[in-house]
Nanobody, 121 residues
Framework: QVQLVESGGGLVQAGGSLRLSCAASGNIFSINAMGWYRQAPGKQRELVAA???????NYADSVKGRLTISRDNAKNTVYLQMNSLKPEDTAVYYC???????????????WGQGTQVTVSS
């Protein structure tokens, strides 16, 4: 009923940039907060950045000043611009969105399939 489809991952050298996109589709009534998480091998999934429906961002301390989250509500899409990438940013990045569907009144957290970001030193 609702899908999150990510794109934009890949391999980049340290200091380089990547832009991730995540588009929500399906039976959507409204989208609340959207965000990006990441999971490196052997580590727990962690919040990277989140953004409210009104556009207020929140970042993990480790990415402040280097990563920027934004969203286009007309396109139901959230973006993550990643600059000055470091090898420790290497992980699978997952999109998350809290979405209310067109049926019922509950909002549910949905996840994307994940996209690999690899930063070489």
């Amino acid at each position: 009923q609702v899908q999150l489809v990510e794109s934009g991952g890949g391999l980049v050298q340290a200091g380089g940039s990547l832009r991730l996109s995540c588009a929500a589709s399906g039976n959507i009534f409204s989208i609340n907060a959207m965000g990006w998480y990441r999971q490196a091998p052997g580590k727990q999934r962690e919040l990277v950045a989140a953004i409210t429906s009104g556009g207020m961002p929140n970042y993990a301390d480790s990415v402040k000043g280097r990563l920027t989250i934004s969203r286009d509500n007309a396109k139901n899409t959230v973006y993550l611009q990643m600059n000055s990438l470091k090898p420790e940013d290497t992980a699978v990045y997952y999109c998350n969105a809290n979405i209310r569907g067109t049926t019922g009144w509950r909002s549910i957290n949905y996840w994307g399939q994940g996209t690999q970001v690899t930063v070489s030193s």
